[in-house]
C-alpha cells in the first residue's frame, strides 16, 4: 500500500519520508521493524478476506508479544537499577527538581550572588574554609544557593561538578551518615573513581573519613573543579543533637568547594561558629528592599496566573516593610504517603465521628473515610503540602516551615500530640488490619459499632528480602509520644524479631539510634543493657557482614548473664533467640551460656574505622578525646563519650610514630616518619605548626620516636633516629643509638633517654 496525490500519482515525498522513517527506527533499535508480505487484492479491506484476517491476527499478536517483551525488559532494567543505584539517581533527580522549583522565579539578592562568585574564583587555587550563609527563615538562602548551583558550571568551567543537597526534603539528606553515604556515590561516579566499599558504608565514622580522603583525591586530579552545596543545615538531625559537627571539612583543597546555609538565631549556626571560627566565612543573607519585594510578589502571581485587588495590593505592599521579606519559605518534616494517610483518617474515631455527623455510612460491615472527601482536602491542601521521597514511597508532608510551626502549636500540644501520636501507633502496628473490627459511636447512630476499617497490613517483612521501612522507622517514634512504653518496651526494645529486622535492613546504626531515642524516656536499667549489647556487637558485624545469626550468636552471648536477674526483657530476648536457633535449619553454633564480654563491664565500646592499623595513641582526658595515629599518616579524634569521629587530621604523609597531648586537652602534637612534627588544634581541628624534627633521611637506620612537651616553659622535646631535639630544631645531644622513651625533669637540667635494652642519663644545659 502506498500514498497516492489526488491525480492519482505516486506521492514520493511521503515516500522518501517513510523509508527515512524506516531507516531511523532500524539504526535506532535493530530488529524493532517486522515485515508483512501480504498479496494485493482489491478487495483486501473485506473482512472475510482469510489472507487479510490472517494477517491482521499475526500482526496483533506480534504487537501484543513485542508490547510484552519491552514492558518485561523494562522493568528487569528498572530493578536492577533500583538495587544498584536506582536510589541514588532518585535522590538526584529529587533535589533537581526541588532546585528547579525553587528558581523559577528569582528576585533580588544579585550584588550577593556576585559577591559570592568572586569568592570562588578567588578561592579556586588555595586551601580555603567552607562557606556559610545564613539568615532568618524563609530571606531567601534556598533560592540563592540552587541559583549558584545552576551558575557554578559557567563560573569554573564547564567540566565543573555541582553537587546540591535540600537538607531535610528527602530520607537520604536527614542525617549525617546517609548524606556522606549519597555524596560519596555520586561523586565517585562524577570523577570515575571507585565506589566505597561496604566495610566503609558500615560505620560511620568511616564514612567520614572516607569522604575527607576523597575531596584530597578531587583535588589532586588539578582537572575538574567540585562545588557542594549544602542548604538548610538546620534540618540535619546529627548537627542539631551534638555541638560538634565532625564530618565539616575545616580546611577546602584547592579546587573543592563547600557552601552551607543556616538559618541565623538558631543553636545550629552557633555549633557552626564554634567549628569554624574564620569570621570571612559566614556571609549574611539580608531581607529583600520594599521595591523588590513587590517584584519578587508580581513576579509569584504572575508565575501562578493571578492577580490582587487595588486594596488587597496597599495592603500586602504596607507589611513588606515589617515583615523585611515577602515569606519565601523552606521544605521540612516527614510525612505520610496518600495510602497511609486515608487509612490513619480511617482509623481516627473523632475524624470519623465529624465526617459522619449529618449521614451514616453507606455500608454495615466497613468504615473508610469519604474518598471524594479526600479528593477534596488534597485539592484545597495542595499549595500546603509538598512531596518528597523516604524509604522507597512518596510521602506527603507541611511544605513550609511556619506553617508547620503554627500546626504544631495549635493542634499538636498537650493532650492532643499524644493522642494523635497513638493513632498512627496503631496505624504502623497494624493493630486493625485483617479484618480486625474497631469500636466507634457515631452521632446519628448513637450505639457503639463493631466495623472494619480496611487498612493496609504491617508486617516486619514483606517478603524475604524486602523489609517494611515505614512500619520500622515510624512505629517506635510514635508509641514513645503516644506514651506506650510498655508496648514499646515488648514490641520493639525486647523483640529479637525486630531487632533483626531493624538492624538487617538499616544496619546497626538505625537500631542504636532507636535505642537512643526511646532510652532516655524510659526508666529501665534492661534498655540500657541491651543498648549497650548491640553497640559491642558493632566490631563482628562491620568484619563479617550483619546477618541473623550473627547477630542473634552475639547478643545471646552477651545477655544470657542477665536472663535470670532480667527476666521480663533480657530473658524474653534470651528466649526469643534460643527458638530460632533450635527452629533454624542450618548447622551453628549455639552459645550454651554467656563467654563474650557482657554490657556493664570494662569494655564499653571497639573503635574501628583505621584501615592501615594504629601505631600511636593518646588521650584528653579533660576533653574525653582519643587521638590516634595511623601507618598511612592520618590521625583520628575521636569522641569517646559519642563514640564519633570528631575530627580526620590530614598533613603527615608517612607513619604517626608518637602523640602527645596537653594544654589541658585541647592542643596534640604529633611526630611522623616524614620528620616532621605537627601541632593540632583538638577543639577546631585545625593544624597550628609544623616543625622539621631533623631525624636522619636514612631508611635503614634504626628508628625510635618519642615526646616530651614542657608546657611552663613552651619547649617540645623530640627524639628521631639518633637525635633528642628541643623546639626551633636545637640539637641538644646526638645518641649512639635509637631511643625508645624520652623525659625531662622540672628544671630542665636533666633529660632521661631509655633505650630498648639499657637506661642511660645525660646532662644537657638548655640555654645552650
Known sequence: MVDRLADGCLDTNAQSLLSGLKGRILDAQPGALKSHHLPWSRDLVNPKNKTHARYLKQLSEQFVARTNHQVLEQLRELELARQELGWLYQEIRHHLWQSTESTKVFCGHQELLAQLKQRLRQDESRTHTPLVLFGPPGIGKTSLMCKLAQQVPELLGHKTVAVLRLLGTS????????LLRSLSFQLCLAYGLPLPPAQVLE?????????????????????????LLLDSVDDLDSIRHTPRVSWLPLKCPPRVHLILSACSGQQVLCNLQQTL?????????????GSQGQEFIQLLLAAERRMLSPGQRDVLWASLPECGHPGRLRLALYGLSEAELKDVLSLDDEVLQAVYRDWTPPSKELLRFPPLLWVRLRRDLGHCLVRRPVDGCILL????????????VRYLSGPERAKRHGVLAEFFSGAWSQGIKKLITLPLVGKPLNLD??????????????????????????????????????EVLGNMSWISCRGISGGIEDLLDDFDMCAPHMDSPE?????????????????????????????????????????????????QAQSWFRACPYPMLVPLAGFLQPPGGPLRATLTGCHKGITAIAWSLEEKLLVVGTQDGTMVVWDVEEQQVVHVLMGHTAEVRCVRVFAQ?????????????????????????????????????????DLHVD?????????????????????????????GFLAVSEDDSLLAVVKYSLLRKMCAGFSG
Open 171 to 178: 530520607k537520604l539528606s536527614l542525617d549525617a551518615r546517609s
Open 203 to 227: 560505620a560511620h565514622s568511616r564514612v567520614g573519613h572516607f569522604f575527607h580522603i576523597l575531596l584530597h583525591t578531587v583535588s589532586q586530579r588539578n582537572f575538574e573543579s567540585l562545588v
Open 277 to 289: 571560627k574564620d569570621p570571612s566565612a559566614y556571609w549574611e543573607v539580608k531581607a529583600l528592599s
Open 397 to 408: 508532608a507541611i511544605a513550609h516551615r511556619q506553617l508547620s510551626q503554627v500546626i504544631q
Open 453 to 490: 476499617r480496611k487498612v493496609a497490613p504491617q508486617p516486619l517483612w514483606f517478603s524475604g528480602t524486602v523489609a517494611n521501612w515505614r512500619k520500622l522507622t515510624e512505629l517506635p517514634f510514635h508509641l514513645l509520644h503516644a506514651g506506650c512504653l510498655e508496648e514499646l518496651k515488648q
Open 527 to 575: 534498655v540500657y543493657l541491651v543498648r549497650e549489647a548491640i553497640q559491642l556487637c558493632r566490631p563482628a558485624v562491620e568484619l563479617r557482614g550483619l546477618e541473623k545469626s550473627i547477630l542473634y550468636t552475639e547478643l545471646l552471648a552477651r545477655l544470657l548473664f542477665f536472663a535470670t536477674s532480667h527476666p521480663a526483657m533480657i530473658g524474653q530476648l534470651c528466649q
Open 665 to 705: 586537652g585541647t592542643l596534640a602534637i604529633s611526630a611522623s616518619k616524614d620528620h616532621t612534627l605537627r601541632l593540632w588544634s583538638l577543639l577546631s581541628g585545625q593544624e597550628k605548626a609544623t616543625i622539621l624534627d631533623g631525624g636522619s633521611p636514612n631508611p635503614t637506620e634504626q628508628q625510635g620516636w
Open 711 to 739: 608546657e611552663i616553659k613552651n619547649v617540645v622535646y623530640s627524639t628521631s633516629g639518633t637525635k633528642v631535639c628541643a623546639g626551633e630544631d636545637r640539637l641538644l645531644e646526638k645518641l649512639p643509638e635509637a631511643v
